[in-house]
């Protein structure tokens, strides 16, 4: 699985609320994909509350 984040963060925070292992969350969501494994599940609710759907998970 990799995350990417595309243009349009509003840095809301719910990613890394959801999900501070694999998101950090500057001025826009950062996404640490060699933390991922192990955080699949996380990941996908992170991007599903996204409120600009601006995380991608590509399988």
Do not use: H, W
């Not at 509003?10 to 609320?17: D, H, L, N, P, Q």
């Amino acid at each position: 699985m990799y995350v990417n984040i595309v243009p349009g963060c509003i840095a809301c925070g719910v990613c890394e609320t959801l999900c501070p292992n694999v998101f950090t969350v500057y001025d826009s969501a950062e996404a640490n994909n060699d933390a991922v494994p192990g955080y699949e599940a996380e990941c996908r609710e992170a991007a599903s509350a996204c409120p600009v759907s601006v995380i991608k998970i590509e399988e």
